[in-house]
């Protein structure tokens, strides 16, 4: 039952979307609630804020593939091709400024 209660609380993008300390308030609060003895309750609440940070890492992630997804779809410039392109623009300047 701990086990798959700590699973259903600590998967994907609920987690991710709950703040930290909101976490660890569910962790003490189940801790509490149950029948942890101290060091079982102070490895879970250990073990949930490694798993938030993992699922708030993972979700981060995702999201940023998706829009870069989104970006080239849209077929727009990254950050990279413009500093490219303003470097060449630098180089060309440069060389029209020195003749």
């Not at 979307?17 to 609440?45: C, G, P």
Request: hydrophobic share 35%; proline share 1%; glycine share 4%.
């Amino acid at each position: 039952m701990f086990d798959y209660l700590q699973k259903a609380m600590l998967t994907g993008v609920g987690l991710a979307l709950r703040s930290k300390t909101e976490i660890e308030d569910l962790a003490k609060e189940f801790a509490k609630t149950s029948s942890m003895s101290q060091d079982e309750a102070r490895d879970f609440l250990k073990d949930c804020q490694g798993k938030y940070e993992e699922a708030k890492e993972e979700f981060d992630k995702k999201v940023e593939a998706t829009i870069e997804k989104i970006l080239k779809k849209l077929d727009l410039p990254s950050r990279s091709d413009i500093k490219v392109l303003n470097d060449r623009i630098d180089a060309l300047t440069k060389k029209l400024t020195d003749e």
